[in-house]
């Protein structure tokens, strides 16, 4: 592949140096997404060049299969139910913010260039091809951000429902408009061709990806291994993005198409799936996002190059915030809906870029200036408006989620068990029995606990053994004994404790080690002290507890 630094060295810096440059902004509350640009910005063309354009455009496929797993991660969040509830609410604020970053943007950018060329063609030209390209929204920083803290709710849907279709939205002014562009520029083109040529690039993307999804959903079925299922969607995604590829369809609406079908055909059975995606997607994020960040680069701009930049940023998010607005507010949508969904919409990345590249092939005839092309001002100001709002974008998607106060609402066991304590979830209504007490009375507390253990403790309450129903089953079948045999004689000795301050996920992890339901706790003081028991039975029922609270308040 003759890449500058090597494939390894180069996938090496990004993942790592990601990961690091991601805990530094994350320490600032600030997206991690934000770190992974920036340091493929420090790599990339716009730095030290460690990672060169040629080296990104080598790597194309790779991008193609990260777009791949973001489009199906975001096609299983969208859910039939959701749809039915929502789809005329997600509709309106679709076409509403699309069509007003449209025109706004198209009007502006085309303004300045009639002012540089006095050629009303070229200029409505330039200002179809932005508008069009300013109408798509970034799905994986977005969705990226929304994952990152956690979030559920009403405006949660609606910004992965519309992130989802902008896409679409976007391919279809792209594809008319850089027709209408080429006609007015005075190139030749067939207007039923390209309408008959953008119908089959997006029916055709999602046909073929409804059929994949049927095939997963087939596998699902059948197979009861979950690392053969895991395989075989891998497997599905990369012949899904080959076949997207070749064809020249959509990679994201096609993996979008496979992961909204399984999701709504087993529900049930594709969650497993699902997250073991989610968690093969994480150093893929990564990679693609500091890739992202080395492939914008700022080159030597004129001056009214630099104005389309401002006027593209500021007129696109504007008609983002407004347009989602207005489709908000005709559908009676909710009031976070309403205020919120447009600033977290603003995210700009890769299918832009890409929209801008192809463009720019089919448009770099067009000369502007003795040096520059139309091609070259569409490079160069959708990657500079990209490098901007990929700034703002992110940061801002978790403004809107903190004002809508969902924040932390969509929590997994793991998330949960990593903010609780023991101290949280353990028993304190604890019955020991002393060292002194006789069989009779221990077997009574057992009947009346229905505990599996007892502690025996002294007379400083201190731990000094514990008492199973294993130890005492052969006992108690001779009566003799039950007077005079007492705690002490039969106890074993006393098991490993965990402390009440002692975060909860590492105590499980001890339990696990140890092969037990149950483990005492500690005081946090004195580690002698018995204060409570740890039950496994109560740490699942408070975490389903939890979830169900958490999920009550979204709904």
């Known amino acids: 592949m003759n890449l500058s630094l090597g494939i390894l060295l180069i996938f090496g810096i990004c993942v790592f140096g990601g990961i690091l440059s991601a805990m530094v902004v994350k320490r600032l509350s600030i997206p991690q997404v934000l770190g992974y640009i920036l340091l493929g910005i420090i790599v990339g063309n716009s730095g030290f060049n460690l990672v060169t354009v040629a080296d990104i455009e080598k790597l194309k496929p790779f991008n193609y299969f990260a777009l791949g797993i973001i489009g199906f991660l975001v096609g299983s969040e969208i859910k039939f139910s959701i749809l039915k509830k929502y789809g005329r609410q997600f509709s309106a604020i679709l076409i509403a913010e699309g069509l007003s970053a449209f025109l706004i943007v ?24 932005f508008g069009a390209i300013a109408s798509a929204t970034d799905p994986a920083s977005t969705i ?45 083109t067939d207007l039923l061709h390209q309408i008959f040529t953008i119908v089959f690039e997006l029916f055709g993307s999602v046909g073929m990806g409804i059929g994949a999804g049927f095939l997963l959903n087939y596998i699902l079925r059948h197979s009861s291994s979950q690392d053969h299922v895991a395989s075989a969607t891998l497997g599905i995604l990369l012949l ?12 994201i609406l096609m993996t979008m198409a496979i992961g909204i079908t399984v999701v709504n055909v087993s529900p049930r059975r594709s969650q497993t799936l699902i997250n073991h995606v989610k968690s093969l997607s994480s150093p893929i994020y990564v990679l693609f996002f500091v890739l992202v960040g080395a492939r914008l680069g700022i080159s030597n701009m004129p001056g009214w190059l630099w104005m389309i930049v401002l006027i593209y940023v500021i007129g696109r998010s504007a008609g983002k915030i407004f347009g989602a607005w207005y489709g908000a507010k005709i559908t009676k949508a909710d009031d976070v809906v309403r205020k919120y969904t447009g600033i977290g919409l603003l995210a700009q990345g890769g299918v832009a870029i890409g929209l801008s590249i192809m463009a720019s092939q089919r448009l770099n005839s067009i000369q502007i200036t003795e040096t520059l092309f139309l091609g070259d001002v569409i490079i160069f100001g959708v990657t500079t408006t990209t490098f901007i709002l990929q700034m703002i974008g992110p ?40 060292e002194n007490a006789p069989v009779r009375t221990i077997f009574q507390r057992f009947q009346s606990t229905g505990s599996p253990f007892l502690p025996v403790v002294n007379e400083q309450h201190k731990l000094t053994g514990i008492i199973s129903i294993d130890q005492i089953k052969d006992v108690i079948l001779d009566e003799s004994f ?23 996920a590492d105590a499980i992890k001890q339990m696990n080690q140890l ?30 507890k939890e979830i169900i609270t958490l999920q009550s308040a979204t709904a």
């Open 106 to 129: 198209g009007i502006a950018v085309a303004a300045i260039m009639f002012h540089v060329t006095h050629s009303i063609s070229i200029s409505v030209a330039t200002g179809v091809v």
């Open 144 to 188: 990226n951000v929304l994952w990152e803290y956690r979030t559920a709710g009403v405006l949660t849907t609606t910004l992965i429902a519309i992130v989802a279709l902008d896409d679409a939205l976007a391919m279809t002014l792209y594809g008319l408009g850089t027709s209408f562009a080429q006609m007015l520029s005075g190139g030749n």
């Open 240 to 251: 899904c993005i080959g076949f997207a590829v070749k064809l020249n369809m959509d990679v």
């Open 395 to 434: 940061p801002l998607v978790k403004i809107a989620v903190r004002f809508s106060g969902e924040i932390g609402k969509n929590m997994t066991e793991e998330d949960i068990l990593e903010k609780w304590k023991v101290s949280d979830v353990m028993n304190r209504k604890i019955i020991s029995v002393p």
């Open 482 to 504: 039950w007077d005079w045999l007492v705690a002490s004689d039969i106890m074993a000795e006393p098991p490993e404790m965990v402390m009440e301050n002692q975060p909860l």
């Open 515 to 544: 092969s037990t339901e149950y483990i005492p706790v500690a005081g946090s003081h004195d580690k002698s002290i018995l204060t409570g028991i740890l039950d496994r039975r109560l740490i699942k029922q408070a975490l389903n």
